[in-house]
């Protein structure tokens, strides 16, 4: 195995996904495999190569800064599991 | 008379404007023709989450009064079908995922509303492997798409409900989304054609995210022709997407009739090693003899590093995947875990129940490899690798115009066989992959069969070639039938 099970709690911790107990050894099985897999990519000579971050290599375009967008609280919060007078409720943060 | 267009499901797009036209049948025949076929089949394949049955009827109606009155656009009443990937305001849109199982967009994706305002017909949202993460539509959390050509069969994936519907003749088009591979090669596991497009040739607004730099929207259709039709009007710059490209749009419909005629085309050496199933070899064979006696030139070509393409794409799209899906949060929309004990475990919760298993070592993957300490190894590493590809591909098209070969290695395989080793699974996009990485068009073509499955002739094109690729595979249509097969039971 590449990858230890304290290893990928930490990967999942975060990454923010909880992982039930028996799901455990599948993930680490399975992961380290993967990461066994792409380790191919080591072998490849790139000393001089720039790395390439987008197809096209295009620059990101910029765009006047101007408001465009209207208010549509209402409607986005439409699909909110808990809201209240226009917030997102979450569990207490600050005791 | 709706009983006199018993056959309204095998017409083409092409086929179909026509007969709209010509007031053979109406935008509503035609839309209850095809409802009808979903209703009857679509419970032994599982490729809709959901028929917009309703909405479709009165969008038909709409369409057959403004014909009267003759106001007629490109698409006017002609049906399709969305990958359940693209944002529909007012519709269920799940990416087949949990996470997403309620989730009502509040607005169109570019490629809807395009399409809409051309006067298409929305039957219905496809099935899809979850958040796109698949080449057998298995990770779809509501349930497994199943092949025309034998239910037995996975039909490939990502856009696995898409193919099998397109395949069934239970819609003329559908649109994809192709990562990896998730639009061409469930079109080559089902019989279909599958377009995807140059990056940034068709805007990613409004479609689920899965990897940003490799995520290209597209069609799949019996024929290039109706690909072409659909392109000519999803095609173009947009504003809301921040790589889409402003480069001009041509008439795909019309560069059709390009003959192959002294078109140089590239085989790759490396396309043929051990990895192909013989069989499938020699289907892909046969058509590029096909397209040589037309009058192409056959030139060998060499892809040096096709072999790292799969490890590079393992590494950069889990990175951006990982990054994208960090949206999922529990808290401002999709699937929220009951009863955490505090905010962290409320996104570590929602997202351990929301997201499949596939998705989880996704993200996990993407994470590792953008890790401090790890980074370098692997995320900048394969974006150097990914750079000598696409090199690759540059030195390629020196001498050739388009490349030509197999677009999976296998026939579809059995629903459950490569469920256990991800790797295997990933595999199965060694041929499609390159293209992503490099950004280039490609297009899976019908040729022939093995075993009574449908086998796919892939052709890849420079950066915005895909007239070329899609009139080789026209031309390639006009001398075989393959796609005029019907699987057995969807006559």
């Keep these: 195995m590449s990858l230890s099970k304290e290893q990928v709690q930490h990967i999942a911790t975060l990454a923010r996904l909880h992982l039930e107990e028996e799901q455990f050894d599948d993930v680490v099985a399975k992961l380290s495999s993967i990461v066994d897999f792409v380790d191919q990519l080591q072998k490849a000579p790139t000393d001089d190569v720039v790395p390439m971050a987008h ?8 765009r006047p800064d101007v408001v465009t967008e209207t208010d549509e609280r209402d409607a986005i919060q439409a699909n909110a599991p ?8 979450v569990p207490k943060v600050i005791e | 008379m709706a009983g006199q267009q018993h056959d309204l499901h095998t017409q083409t ?4 404007a026509k007969g709209l036209s010509d007031g053979t049948f109406s935008a509503r025949e035609l839309t209850e023709a095809l409802l009808s076929r979903i209703d009857e089949h679509d419970a032994s394949l599982n490729a809709f989450i959901s028929v917009t049955a309703d909405w479709a009827l009165a969008r038909a109606d709409d369409s057959d009064a403004a014909r009267s009155k003759g106001k007629v656009s490109a698409l006017s009443g002609l049906p399709i079908i969305y990958k359940d990937i693209f944002c529909t305001s007012g519709v269920l849109t799940t990416c087949g995922s949990r996470i997403l199982e309620n989730f009502v967009s509040p607005y ?4 809807v509303e395009r399409l809409s305002a051309a006067g298409a017909v929305m039957l219905g949202k496809t099935n899809m492997d979850e958040f796109a993460m698949g080449s057998s539509n298995e990770t779809s959390y509501f349930g497994p798409v199943k092949n025309p050509w034998n239910t037995e069969c996975i039909p490939g994936g990502s856009s696995g409900g898409s193919a099998a519907a397109v395949a069934a003749r239970l819609s003329p088009a559908a649109t994809g989304t192709d990562t990896g591979g998730s639009i061409r090669q469930p ?12 990056y940034g040739r068709v805007s990613r607004y409004g479609m689920v995210a899965f990897a940003s730099s490799l995520d290209q929207a597209g069609v799949i259709t019996r024929t290039a022709e109706d690909a072409a039709m659909l392109l000519s009007v999803m095609a173009g710059f947009d504003e ?4 889409s490209v402003d480069h001009p749009v041509p008439d795909y419909v019309g560069g059709l009739g390009a003959s192959p005629k002294g078109l140089k085309i590239g085989i790759v050496r490396q396309h043929f090693d051990a990895g192909l199933d013989a069989q499938c070899g020699a289907r892909v064979k046969e058509a590029l003899s096909a397209l040589e006696q037309q009058g192409a030139k056959l030139i060998e070509v060499d892809l040096p590093n096709l072999d790292l393409s799969v490890p590079t794409y393992y590494v950069v799209a889990p990175a951006e995947c990982s990054s994208n899906l960090s949206r999922f949060d529990g808290v401002r929309f999709g699937h929220r875990a009951e009863g955490a004990k505090d905010l962290l475990d409320l996104y570590c919760r929602s997202r351990g129940e929301g997201f499949g298993a596939e998705v989880k070592r996704r993200i996990m993957t993407g994470t590792y490899v953008l890790s401090a300490g790890y980074y370098d190894a692997y995320y900048l590493k394969a974006q150097k690798v990914r750079q000598l590809i696409s090199q690759d591909f540059k030195n390629a098209f020196a001498s050739v115009d388009v490349i030509a070969g197999p677009t999976a290695p296998t026939p579809a395989f059995k629903l459950g066989d490569k469920t256990d080793d991800p790797i295997t699974m990933y595999l199965n996009d060694i041929y499609t992959i390159g293209a992503n990485l490099a950004g280039l068009p490609g297009i899976s073509v019908p040729c022939g069969f093995v075993d009574e499955l449908p086998v796919g002739l892939q052709l890849v094109g420079p950066h915005f070639a895909e007239g070329a690729i899609l009139a080789c595979a026209h031309q390639y249509q006009q001398l075989t039938d393959w796609h005029q097969r019907v699987p057995e039971a969807y006559q």
């Design chain 2, 13 to 16: 797009l092409a086929e179909l």
């Design chain 2, 108 to 111: 169109d994706a570019t490629v």
């Design chain 1, 82 to 89: 808990s809201v209240s007078d226009g917030f997102y409720l």
């Design chain 2, 187 to 198: 079109a080559a596991l089902t019989g279909t054609v599958g377009l995807k497009p140059t």
């Design chain 2, 240 to 243: 809301r997407d921040s790589t």
């Design chain 1, 55 to 62: 197809p096209l290599n295009q620059a990101q375009r910029l």
